[in-house]
């Protein structure tokens, strides 16, 4: 089942029989606002705050992933979650609704692919029948926590990112209809020594590029052998950087589409977004809602989705430190899956 240095190789061929996506205001005036399930007409989703509206969109996102599964939630044995938030706060009041097993998970933005391999692991060793993960982020709480909050107007460079305000999930089981989940890189951290908080694409490419690279030289395949190969939330500028590095490496991305959730969410022309999406919910939302539903219909067969996350903190920041990054890449088949 292991395979090459980090990959792992899943023979059951566990199966994503259901998603869910619940999406904010900005995500619904994007050019993917059909794919989502739900969207928010405003961002605080009639709650007090702006967590607890970050809250509302992971218990939605899971509940209509269960019951689009045709389960109920005792019928899941683990969920699997994660976000941005200290202490992964979300995913943890959340799952006191869910009242199932819970595993907490923390990979930042890269938190959706984590998650998903996790369950996809869990599946196919038989250690559970039905996995449910998920993840999620809220533009006003990671710019609150991170940066500076919405209301002080603080301007942004070109390089800043518009976190997603969005979830998503997925009911991963042994059989069923729908895509199959194949193999799984988990990527190592890298560390390049960038400090901006305002610049997470440059910082997170060289793990995306590093994950990609292992995860094909594991598997002994080449781009070409993707019809999609997508980055969770380099954005403009992070993506310009791993094309650049993958040309310095010697690997051509000819043959197949190269792209990224963060510039597939929102109109960068029309949406004051600075160079894209980022955030836990960002490669969610793309995946588990345009993605798949493209697989569904035939369009794609073969897809790979590297979500990538910088593992800063506050304290971390406070403290001069630079930006850690990881990215986790998990590879999706219809049909056979051989």
């Known amino acids: 089942m292991h395979i090459g240095r980090q990959t792992w190789l899943f023979k059951n061929k566990p199966v994503i029989i259901s998603t869910a996506t ?26 007090k705050s702006w967590e607890k509206a970050e809250r509302k969109l992971l218990e939605q996102a899971t509940e209509l ?75 006003c709480t990671a710019e609150k926590q991170f940066r500076y909050p919405t209301e002080y107007g603080s301007q942004k460079p070109p390089t800043a990112q518009y976190t997603v305000t969005g979830a998503g999930a997925a009911v991963v089981a042994p059989t069923g209809d729908g895509p199959k989940v194949i193999a799984a890189t988990i990527g190592k951290v890298l560390d390049m020594g960038l400090k901006d908080p305002f610049n997470m694409g440059a910082a997170m490419a060289p793990a995306a590029v590093d ?19 997508v980055t969770g939330d380099l954005a403009s500028i992070g993506h310009a950087i791993a094309k650049d590095l993958f040309k310095e490496n010697g690997l051509s991305m000819e043959g197949t589409v190269f792209n990224d959730c963060g510039l597939m ?18 490669s969610a939302v793309v995946t588990y809602g345009h993605i798949l539903r493209r697989m569904r ?4 067969k073969r897809v790979m989705i590297v979500a990538t996350g910088a593992l800063l903190s506050p ?4 403290q001069g430190e630079s930006i850690p990054c990881i990215a986790h890449a998990v590879t999706l088949e219809m049909g056979d899956g051989t």
């Open 265 to 282: 969410v929102y109109d960068l022309q029309q949406q004051a977004v600075q160079a894209g999406g980022s955030g836990c919910g960002c």
């Open 22 to 47: 619940v999406v904010g205001p900005d995500e619904g005036e994007g050019p993917l606002a059909k794919e989502f399930d739900f969207i928010h007409e405003d961002l605080d989703m009639k709650e």
């Open 65 to 139: 992933a269960v019951l689009h599964a045709k389960l109920k939630d005792e019928d899941i044995h683990y969920f699997l979650g994660g976000d941005l938030m200290n202490q992964i706060i979300s995913n943890t009041f959340a799952a006191r609704n869910l009242g199932v097993p819970y595993i907490g998970v923390f990979g930042a933005c890269s938190t959706s692919m984590e998650t998903l391999a996790i369950a996809s692991l869990l599946v196919d060793s038989g250690n559970a029948k039905y996995v449910l993960a998920g993840t999620c982020s809220h533009n």
């Open 315 to 318: 304290l971390s920041y406070q």
């Open 211 to 229: 994950t990609i690279q292992t995860h094909l030289t594991d598997l002994n395949r080449t781009p070409q052998d993707y019809d999609l190969i």
């Open 297 to 300: 219909k035939g369009e794609l």
